[in-house]
């Protein structure tokens, strides 16, 4: 069993709905949760940043970590086009720099 | 011009060849990273770097390895390139004791 799991989807939303993304993990010793967004031929890119459980927003994003069940979730608010991409989880524990990472879901957002 | 490059961006290579993968980065952060990428699998890390004289494996390092000629340029070598090697490779970097890792654009890597 991977450590972090990740639905691959392809998820295809048409635009201005809500886009909701998750990751289940394993490992009761994760402190810190990130999503990363890749577009296509591209680098993963650092899009959210939380610490421990509870909820994070910035713009249309909003990170949820629910340390109970181990499970986190990405929700995208008035998905653009833009939002076209592969999102990623990544997790790790408070005094390691190693980085878990979810398998990706590929997102399409359809004008 | 891009914090984090990373060349070539594109290889073509044939069994049993020796490639070279460069990375070189402009944010003067200390630590460096190699990682492929697969689908399905996410990213897997193969060596990291914390700093010129500070080197170590990752969780896949077998058939590769790595050179840290500088603070800003870390390689990773192929030194008898297998098809199971294809893959997405990309260098990461980050600031001494934080966690966020800065991506570089990546080398798609085809070995036949």
């Known amino acids: 069993q991977k450590e972090v799991e990740q639905d691959p989807g392809p998820l295809s939303v048409p635009e201005g709905a809500i886009v909701s993304l998750n990751c289940t993990y394993s490992?009761?010793?994760?402190?810190?949760f990130m999503w990363y967004r890749q577009y296509s031929r591209k680098g993963p890119e650092l899009l959210m940043y939380t610490y421990s459980s509870g909820n994070k927003e910035d713009g249309r994003f909003t990170a949820q970590v629910d340390k109970s069940s181990k499970y986190i979730s990405l929700f995208i608010r008035d998905s653009q086009p833009s939002d076209s991409a592969t999102y990623l989880c990544?997790?790790?524990?408070?005094?390691?720099?190693?980085?878990?990472f979810g398998a990706g879901t590929t997102v399409t957002v359809r004008a | 011009d891009a914090d984090v490059t990373q060349t070539p961006r594109n290889r073509i290579t044939k069994t049993g060849k020796r490639i070279m993968l460069e990375c070189s980065q402009t944010k003067g952060h200390d630590r460096m990273y190699w990682y492929r990428q697969d689908p399905g699998l996410g990213l897997r890390l193969i060596y990291y770097?914390?700093?010129?004289?500070?080197?170590n494996k990752g969780e896949i390092s077998d058939g590769y390895s790595v050179s840290r000629q500088a603070q800003a340029k870390f390689s990773l070598s192929l030194e008898s390139a297998i098809p199971n090697q294809t893959a997405l490779y990309f260098c990461?970097?980050?600031?001494?004791?934080?966690?966020?890792?800065?991506f570089g654009p990546g080398t798609r890597l085809t070995v036949l």
């Open positions: 990544a997790m790790r524990v408070s005094n390691d720099y190693k980085l878990s």
């Open positions: 490992n009761s010793a994760f402190q810190y």
């Open positions: 770097s914390f700093d010129v004289k500070d080197i």
């Open positions: 990461a970097t980050s600031e001494r004791g934080l966690s966020e890792q800065f």
